[in-house]
């Protein structure tokens, strides 16, 4: 018995020492060498807190923004950007409120609307009427409430394997970062965890061995092993609701492309070919042999199926 108070206590040690000499906060000037593209990240003040994006591309050339997903960053999209921005778009990657170095304000409303506000605050910041949105996972979730919500910003929609439903909460991990005291004590331990972030990487990708390297890896730990990161996500978890993008699918009237691998592990293709359905104005096409992140597994094909889209001759 007394062995094993010994263990209990020698644990909860353990993950109190672990919590405690956490980072507080994402540092930039200290990580700014694994960032990806740099060079063309920015500041701005929206609704009194601080969003990072990254810009390129002519000022004047039609804008699409980028939203990345559910614990990621701008990183996401480094394969594509400049690309993007090459083939005629003024292209504006963001970090969502809570995530990569924006704000992470502790009283901040992480739910899939206010992150809708913070798009169309960032296009008031940047003098910009109306945009194409593309966003990725539960980026995709925001970028469907912005064409809902704020439909005079939006010219076109694009959702890539897109959260559009509460069933993401069905996962064990959402299921403990949900969790009331259990998961504010774990879920820092697994998310700040670099095997882990490895392993996840793994799986959402279905050519892995293709685009997980190292570099990729510490750009995308860094900034998750900082305390307000975490407290981020776990409130981002626990305001989730994306049933609304089903259920409203019907009213969006943009031109909306979907976007999708065939073997997606976290967004089911039957969620594509059903909101294909229900969305008037809209197009889907299925990259082969491809996980939850076409824009990294195949961006060549990626960036050319955007552009022509885009361009209207999709």
Not at 195 to 222: C, T
Not at 231 to 239: C, G
Not at 278 to 289: C, G, M, T
Request: hydrophobic share 45%.
């Amino acid at each position: 018995m007394k062995k094993r108070y010994w263990i209990a206590g020698a644990a909860t040690a353990a993950i109190a020492v672990k919590l405690l000499s956490r980072p507080r906060e994402v540092d930039w000037e200290k990580n700014r060498s694994v960032i990806f593209h740099v060079e063309h990240s920015r500041f701005a003040n929206v609704d009194g807190v601080r969003i990072h994006y990254q810009e390129a591309g002519a000022e004047s050339a039609p804008p699409l923004i980028l939203i990345h997903g559910f614990t990621s960053s701008t990183l996401v999209w480094s394969k594509v950007f400049l690309s993007l921005a090459d083939a005629g778009y003024r292209v504006i990657a963001l970090d969502l409120l809570g995530y990569g170095y924006s704000s992470k304000p502790r009283s901040g409303p992480y739910t899939i609307e206010n992150q809708a506000r913070i798009i169309t605050g960032l296009l008031d910041r940047l003098g910009i009427e109306r945009a194409t949105i593309l966003g990725s996972s539960y980026g995709g979730a925001v970028a469907a409430i912005c064409a809902l919500d704020y439909a005079d910003r939006v010219e076109k929609l694009i959702m890539v394997g897109a959260v559009n439903n509460n069933e993401p909460l069905r996962f064990a991990l959402m299921r403990l970062f949900g969790a009331r005291v259990v998961g504010d004590v774990v879920s820092p331990l697994l998310i700040g965890s670099r095997r882990l972030l490895r392993l996840r990487m793994k799986r959402v990708y279905d050519r892995h061995a293709w685009v997980l390297d190292e570099r990729r890896v510490d750009a995308r730990h860094l900034p998750l092993r900082a305390a307000q990161t975490h407290r981020a996500i776990i409130r981002t978890v626990r305001a989730w609701d994306a049933d609304r993008i089903s259920r409203d699918a019907h009213l969006i009237d943009k031109p909306t492309l979907l976007l999708w691998g065939d073997n997606d592990p976290e967004i089911p293709l039957a969620d594509a070919t059903r909101l294909h359905n229900e969305i008037p104005d809209s197009r889907l096409i299925v990259f082969q042999q491809c996980g939850h992140l076409p824009h990294e597994e195949y961006p060549e094909q990626f960036v050319e199926v955007v552009t022509n889209f885009c361009n209207g001759s999709t």
